[in-house]
């Protein structure tokens, strides 16, 4: 277990290029995710989105039913280290599922969120990576990812912006977007979670706010 308690956050490179919006940002509350389990007090999600903020064209039956996960923008783009480390997991094995934005359908997949998990790592964070940035953490999460693109082993060195896999919408996810979160440990029931930054091109470091719109 990392044992650095810290206040100050761990720095990041942001994991992807083009344009993200930001949803449930540690600057908006902590637990940013409305709880302190798995490590995930502090975690940020991100959602590829056009210029004009859609993360997928709306229609009719986004108001009434389950969409394919390839009509959203971000399935399938790549994702990026946002540390340099060495992975201590991936997971590669989880479906993607239907991406839901109308309430009609999203629900029912509500209710599935406690066997989800139950399910431990893989019924949340889906198919994901873990990078240690020492060999005692902190740890790093970069979750959600697409069936089958996770293109790194446990035992490998990366380096922040070494491409790891491609976003998806598996684990607990309504639609394609990429969660990443630093923790003290891996064992996710006893784990806390340690905050994070990013850092801009110019070199600033910050923490995105709520629906804030980045670019890399």
């Known amino acids: 277990m990392y044992s650095g308690l810290r206040t100050e956050p761990v720095v990041l490179a942001l994991p992807f290029r083009g344009r993200w919006r930001v949803e449930n940002s540690p600057v908006r509350r902590v637990p940013s995710h409305g709880t302190t389990a798995f490590g995930s007090s502090s975690a940020i999600d991100f959602v590829n989105v056009d210029e ?15 969409e394919p996960p390839e009509r959203f923008l971000g399935f399938g783009v790549p994702i990026l280290s946002p540390v340099t480390g060495r992975v201590v997991a991936a997971h590669d094995q989880e479906p993607d599922h239907a991406g839901r934005r109308s309430q009609l359908v999203l629900l029912p997949y509500m209710l599935g969120q406690a066997r989800r998990a139950r399910e431990g790592a893989a019924g949340l964070a889906g198919n994901h990576v873990v990078i240690a940035v020492s060999d005692r953490g902190p740890f790093v999460l970069v979750a959600h990812l697409k069936s089958e693109s996770v293109r790194v082993r446990v035992g490998d ?60």
């Open 157 to 216: 060195k990366v380096s922040a912006l070494d491409a790891i896999g491609r976003c998806g919408n598996s684990g607990n996810s309504t639609q394609p977007h990429v969660h990443v979160q630093v923790s003290d440990s891996t064992d996710w029931a006893r784990s806390n979670g340690v905050p994070l930054a990013f850092r801009r091109a110019d070199g600033a470091v910050w923490l995105p706010e709520e629906s804030e719109i980045v670019r890399a």
């Open 52 to 66: 004009s903020g859609r993360s997928a064209p709306f229609t009719w039956r986004s108001t009434v039913a389950a």
